[in-house]
């Protein structure tokens, strides 16, 4: 507990001087304009198709090209934007996207404890699917986490993970609020 309140008191030091994970609404031009509507709404290409990772770890992480090549080498639709994607697959450039959602180092957060215990990509992110360019929907605040937990430490949402996870953590609510939880 000790070690756990300098290292916090550090952080807290060194996060108030620049608080810069939290952007709700920040919505940065993309070096290509990637629509999700197209893709994930009109098209309704699964998030997980292309961001698997969000199952398995702790970064939901952004496609190579190669995937958008899994498509882009058949559709026929040429745009500038396609232009664009083909032009970094040819001379083996990674396309450098901006990235939108920044916790500080400090916080423990990970995708798969959330997306396999069943709560929504949605819940977090918003409607991306109807997003032309994304944009942070939620604040990330600490606030933020722990309505969601209290909502959750008592009502199960997926039964099954829930009752294997409780029995594991000695009975202890599942989402947790203890301050170890997301922070150590
Ligand atoms: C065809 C591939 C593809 C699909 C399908 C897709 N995404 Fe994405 N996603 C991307 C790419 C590429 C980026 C990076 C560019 C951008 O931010 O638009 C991204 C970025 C994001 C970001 C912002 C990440 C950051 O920088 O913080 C979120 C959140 C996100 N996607 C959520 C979703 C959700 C939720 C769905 C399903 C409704 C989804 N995505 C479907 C390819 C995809
Ligand atoms: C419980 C809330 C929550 C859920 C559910 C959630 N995310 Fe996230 N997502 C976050 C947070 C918080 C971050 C910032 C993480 C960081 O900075 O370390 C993030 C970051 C991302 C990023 C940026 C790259 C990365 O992994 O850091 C993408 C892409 C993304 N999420 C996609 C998704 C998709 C797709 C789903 C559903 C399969 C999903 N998220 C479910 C909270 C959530
Ligand atoms: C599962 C198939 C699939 C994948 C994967 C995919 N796309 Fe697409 N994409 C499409 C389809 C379908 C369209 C719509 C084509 C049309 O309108 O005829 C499209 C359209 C687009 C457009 C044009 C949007 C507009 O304004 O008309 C861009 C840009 C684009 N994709 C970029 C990407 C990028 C970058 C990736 C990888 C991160 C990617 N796509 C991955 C299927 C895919
Ligand atoms: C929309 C609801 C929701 C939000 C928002 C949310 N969580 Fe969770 N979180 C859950 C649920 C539900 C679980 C339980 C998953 C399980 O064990 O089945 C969980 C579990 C966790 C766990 C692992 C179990 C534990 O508590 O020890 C950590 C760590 C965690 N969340 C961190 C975070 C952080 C950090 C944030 C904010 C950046 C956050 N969560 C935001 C719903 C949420
Ligand atoms: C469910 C996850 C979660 C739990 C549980 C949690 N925190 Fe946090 N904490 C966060 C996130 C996310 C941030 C960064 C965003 C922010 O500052 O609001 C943060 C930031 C902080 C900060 C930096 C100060 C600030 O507001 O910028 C301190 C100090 C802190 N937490 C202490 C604690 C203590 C003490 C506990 C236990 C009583 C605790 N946290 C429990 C997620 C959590």
Not at 3 to 15: F, H, N, Q, T
Not at 83 to 99: G, H, S, Y
Not at 161 to 173: D, E, G, M
Not at 174 to 184: E, F, N, P, Q
Request: glycine letters at 6%.
């Amino acid at each position: 507990m000790g070690i756990l309140a300098v290292c916090l008191g550090g952080a807290l030091a060194a996060w108030g001087l620049s608080r810069v994970g939290i952007h709700q609404g920040y919505e940065p031009v993309q070096p290509i304009a990637f629509p999700h509507k197209i893709h994930a709404g009109d098209n309704k290409i699964p998030c997980l198709y292309c961001h698997y990772a969000a199952r398995t770890s702790r970064h939901a992480g952004i496609p190579p090209a190669s995937v958008c090549m899994n498509c882009h080498s058949l559709v026929e639709k040429q745009t500038v934007e396609i232009e664009k994607l083909k032009e970094a697959v040819q001379d083996l450039r990674p396309i450098k996207w901006t990235k939108i959602h920044n916790l500080p180092d400090f916080v423990y957060f990970n995708h798969s404890q959330h997306v396999l215990s069943g709560v929504a990509c949605q819940r977090c992110h918003g409607p991306v699917e109807q997003m032309e360019r994304v944009k942070q929907f939620a604040p990330l605040t600490m606030g933020w986490c722990l309505d969601c937990h209290r909502e959750h430490a008592h009502v199960p949402v997926a039964a099954v993970p829930r009752a294997i996870s409780t029995v594991a953590k000695n009975f202890n609510p599942v989402a947790g609020l203890d301050c170890t939880s997301c922070h150590y």
